[in-house]
C-alpha cells in the first residue's frame, strides 16, 4: 500500500460546479460550501467586482476580453479551494478545460423549462435582447454540453429537486472523494 502524495493532503479541498447559465450554480454552490466547511467563489461575481458589471465588459470590450479575465479568474479561484462556482462559457476556454481536469468538477444540468422562469429579468449579456430567450439559451447550451459532460466527474439535474437536497447529494459525493 502506498502513502498518499504529501502535497495532495496539502491542497485545500476544491470543487468546482459547471453548467449552463440558470442551472443553478450559486445557490447549489453557496449550500454545498456550507455543507463542506470551505470558502465560495463565484468566478462571475469576482470578476464583476473586480472590473465592472458583466454586461458592461462585453459592451466595452467584447466577449474574447470577458473570456480573458475569466480564465484568470477560474484560475486563481480553483488555486485557492472552496466551493468554485464557474460562469456558463468558462467551459469553451480549452486552457480553463485542462485545468479542470485536475479537479472534481460537478456538472449541474437544468431544462429548458426550468430555465424559463430562472432567466426574467436577469443581466445575461448572452440573451440580452433576444426576442425568445429560451431558444437562444438552447442554443448556447447545445454548443456547450460536450464540453460540460467532457470536464464532468458527476452530473446533476437541478430542473425540479430542491437545491437543499442537490447540495447535500453533491456535498456527499465531494467528501467520498475527499
Known amino acids: 500500500m502506498s502513502s ?3 502535497a495532495a493532503t496539502d491542497r485545500p479541498l476544491t470543487l ?3 453548467g449552463p447559465m440558470a442551472a443553478g450554480k450559486t445557490s447549489v454552490g453557496r449550500k454545498v460550501a456550507r455543507l463542506l466547511g470551505v470558502t465560495f467563489v ?4 469576482r470578476i464583476a467586482a473586480e472590473h465592472g458589471p458583466i454586461p458592461e465588459i462585453f459592451a466595452a470590450h467584447g466577449e474574447a476580453h470577458f473570456r480573458e479575465l475569466e480564465r484568470t479568474a477560474v484560475a486563481a479561484a480553483v488555486a485557492e479551494g472552496g466551493v468554485v462556482s464557474l460562469g456558463g462559457g468558462a467551459v469553451t476556454d480549452p486552457s480553463t478545460r485542462a485545468l479542470l481536469a485536475e479537479h472534481p468538477v460537478a456538472y449541474l444540468t437544468v431544462s429548458a423549462e426550468a430555465v424559463a422562469n ?3 429579468g436577469a443581466g445575461r449579456p448572452l440573451l440580452a435582447g433576444e426576442e425568445d430567450p429560451v431558444e437562444r439559451w438552447r442554443t448556447i447550451f447545445e454548443q456547450r454540453r460536450a464540453w460540460y459532460e467532457q470536464v464532468a466527474d458527476l452530473t ?6 430542491p437545491m437543499r437536497k442537490l447540495a447535500e447529494e453533491i456535498a456527499a459525493w465531494r467528501k467520498e472523494r475527499a
Open 156 to 161: 446533476v439535474d437541478t430542473s425540479r429537486r
Open 42 to 45: 463565484d468566478t462571475d461575481k
Open 4 to 6: 498518499p502524495d504529501p
Open 118 to 120: 430562472r432567466i426574467r
Open 16 to 18: 468546482v460546479l459547471v
